[in-house]
């Protein structure tokens, strides 16, 4: 025993990383929730068990940051748009699960336990409360934005903050008042104490929600290097924990509060959403559980009938109300009985709020010498955090197999659509934006993967060029990795560039591509260069030409120009998918301009596939009103042009006008334009002599008929 507690720094964080290695092993043998082998191993290792490590400082600092993590992830996974059509069941599930637990315990502890008012009081604020220690378990299973899950997660931080605030007020009235009770407005102080909270409280949040987008979007814009944008989110994170501490509320309402507003601007399928969630899953987090396991000592169950007593008692009640408030809430809502269960899993859980509203209780005088937390109640609380652990974990797990078995019909329909996409790249500072919408227009729970091509003519500069193009699509294959995304890549040699785009699209299978429009023009000063032109009328399949004057994930609207009779093309539905996954990974607005004939059928799609999508339509009478768009697009919206191949049902001759009007009128904004999918094969299929590849847009006949009107 001379060799333990371990202090060397090294073997220490050896230890810690051999249990985040071999707990969910040995757990996933048993078929237990792997959470729970982390705070059991914390048991085991903790000084009430083998005494292998101490509970020092580094568990301080990593649990606290392992428990913001968990606050900040759910914030930054949660779909704010449900959250305000539902913020009525917000406000009432987080009621219930706040008031119910707090009204049996004090009973309990004032009936059974013969605490006093304001121990009583202290208890129910801790059972009142509950950590989402089982919310990696939902992340494992991909639940994070199902109606349940995101209730218990709004619902958790309104009764967390509630309780929080109780235990302000108490600790604030004790201050005054060591014996906890009140003596009237004596207490010219507690009511100081009260409207500077307040105060406190609102001007914080106001400047959280005013400056922390403004800041982001400022850094978003000016720097695209992947390790400074994560620094710089993590440094909103611990900044915005700091402050609400400063205010004397818990760090993490300030991390949750963090992850709402930064939730948004990163993309739930991007290369940083997959490097915040690795780092915290794979240390901080567990590092947390394993901490909290070292605070508990069984050895206390048996210290006699009384203390089991306690704890039965504190466990029963405490749980029992959390059920209560979980199912009501889910028969009020009409929610399923697997919805209800996922519910309670997720809110039945205490560890770090309660073990910080204990340590507050144990700084509270009553009289010389006593203060308001006993050991029997420390004991007893510090138990049922073990217990309780154990139950969200265990409910969780299985009403996440329930639910995710319920939806596989559902999710099995629709993937049914999904699609291999092709970008096509060449240029350095375009390519990341291009993969990036790969990304999002792909969705994250689709089964398609995505080719990178480039190009290269095969001429004397062709080894130099195509040297170039590797080191750009080794590049974007760090990209694709980052977002755990795979990806092929691919170098072509072609002596004309459309027809290699073309065979490679066939050879791959791909079903759309995705490419930067022509931005060159001092090279080329035609609107479409030198190969889109044959590219689209050589290809029946989606092409979606896109330029970004700006980074994707600050952009906070996209406009849709919709031409009349869209509906009947064959394509429809996959641009309107596309943009539907665009809008929701990007959390913006999107808002359609069309015939009212197409925006019906537009928004009867979103409210049955896409109901999440916050959508407008605008009735645009004719084509020609596009122009008049230009007026209130601002440097943050996306203008998505929906265009149409010459001889199919949706094209007008208006649509001729199109390059010089987005020249005249759109210089300079984001800008996207499709080209829905057709019916027929490749021209590849039928290609000869007497059908040629490539078609002209403009034919003698075009050119008589312009002659004539300008007569």
Same mark, same amino acid.
């Given at each position: ?156 931080? %309104? ?121 915290? $899953?794979?240390?901080? %987090? ?134 291999? %996409? ?42 130099? $060029? ?233 034919? %003698? ?11």
């Amino acid at each position: 025993m001379i060799y333990f507690p371990i202090t060397s720094p090294t073997l220490i964080f050896f230890v810690v990383l051999l249990i985040i290695l071999l707990a969910p092993i040995v757990m996933g043998k048993l078929r237990i929730p792997h959470i729970i082998g982390m705070v059991l191993a914390g048991v085991l290792i903790g000084e009430h068990g083998l005494n292998i490590l101490e509970r020092d400082d580094s568990f301080e600092l990593f649990g606290k940051v392992g428990l913001l993590y968990i606050m900040f992830l759910a914030g930054l996974e949660m779909d704010l748009e449900s959250v305000k059509r539902n913020s009525r069941r917000f406000f009432v599930f987080g009621l219930l699960t706040c008031l119910i637990p707090l009204g049996l315990t004090y009973v309990m502890a004032t009936a059974l336990l013969d605490y006093s008012p304001a121990a009583a009081f202290l208890l129910g604020c801790i059972m009142a409360s509950n950590t989402l220690i089982a919310y990696p378990i939902v992340a494992r299973y991909g639940l994070q934005r199902h109606p349940s899950v995101m209730l218990s997660v709004g619902s958790s931080m %309104i009764s967390l903050f509630l309780a929080l605030v109780m235990i302000a007020g108490l600790a604030g009235a004790m201050a005054g008042n060591p014996s906890g009770e009140p003596t009237g407005p004596a207490s010219g102080g507690l009511w100081l104490f009260w409207v500077l909270f307040v105060v406190k409280l609102v001007v914080y949040i106001a400047a959280c929600f005013v400056l922390i987008p403004r800041l982001t979007r400022y850094f978003l814009r000016r720097y695209s290097d992947a390790v400074m944008q994560f620094i710089y989110v993590l440094a909103v994170m611990f900044l915005s924990a700091a402050l609400s501490e400063a205010i004397g509320v818990e760090g993490i309402v300030g991390a949750f509060l963090s992850g709402l507003i930064l939730n948004r601007y990163i993309p739930s399928v991007s290369p940083l959403m997959n490097r915040l969630e690795f780092t915290g $899953n794979a240390v901080f %987090i567990p590092y947390f559980l394993i901490g909290v396991g070292m605070l508990i000592n069984l050895g206390t169950l048996f210290d006699g009938p009384a203390m089991l007593y306690i704890v039965a008692l504190i466990v029963f009640f405490g749980t029992f109300g959390k059920a209560v408030a979980a199912y009501l809430s889910s028969l009020l809502f009409r929610l399923s009985k697997p919805e209800g269960n996922m519910m309670f899993g997720l809110t039945c859980a205490h560890a770090a709020g309660a073990i910080a509203m204990i340590m507050v209780g144990m700084r509270l005088e009553v009289s010389p010498g006593h203060y308001l937390v006993s050991n029997d109640m420390l004991n007893g609380v510090v138990i049922m955090i073990l217990i309780t652990c154990i139950i969200s974990s265990m409910m969780t797990e299985h009403a996440a197999k329930q639910i995710v078995l319920s939806d596989k019909p559902a999710t099995a329909h629709s993937q049914e659509g999904d699609s291999k %996409i092709m970008i096509c790249v060449k240029y350095p500072e375009i390519a990341p934006q291009l993969l990036s919408q790969a990304l999002l227009v792909r969705g994250s729970q689709s089964q398609g993967g995505i080719v990178a091509l480039n190009v290269v003519y095969d001429d004397e500069k062709a080894t130099a $060029n195509r040297a170039e193009g590797l080191q750009l699509l080794e590049r974007l294959q760090r990209q694709a990795s980052a977002a755990e995304v795979p990806l092929q890549t691919q170098v072509r040699l072609a002596s004309n560039i459309a027809n290699g785009i073309k065979h490679a699209f066939r050879e791959t299978g791909c079903s759309e591509i995705i490419m930067g429009m022509h931005v060159h023009t001092d090279r080329n000063a035609k609107f479409w260069g030198d190969f889109i032109q044959s590219l689209y009328n050589g290809l029946n399949r989606q092409i979606m030409l896109s330029r970004f004057v700006q980074p994707l994930n600050t952009l906070r609207r996209i406009r849709v120009a919709v031409p009349s009779r869209a509906e009947f093309e064959p394509g429809f539905r996959r641009w309107l998918e596309c943009l539907c996954r665009l809008a929701g990974g990007l959390d913006c607005r999107i808002q359609f301009h069309g015939r009212s004939e197409s925006l019906t059928l537009i928004a009867d799609y979103i409210g049955s596939h896409h109901s999440s999508v916050r959508a407008d339509y605008t009735p645009m009478s004719h084509w020609n009103e596009l122009p008049q768009l230009a007026s209130d697009i601002a440097a943050d919206h996306l203008l998505v042009v929906v265009t149409a191949r010459k001889g199919t049902i949706s094209y007008k001759n208006a649509l001729e006008r199109l390059p010089d009007e987005l020249q005249q009128h759109f210089s300079g904004k984001n800008l996207m334009i499709i080209f829905p999918d057709q019916y027929g094969q490749q021209k590849e299929d039928s290609m000869s002599f007497t059908e040629a590849q490539h078609r002209e847009e403009s034919s %003698i006949y075009d050119a008589l008929l312009h002659w004539l009107y300008s007569r």
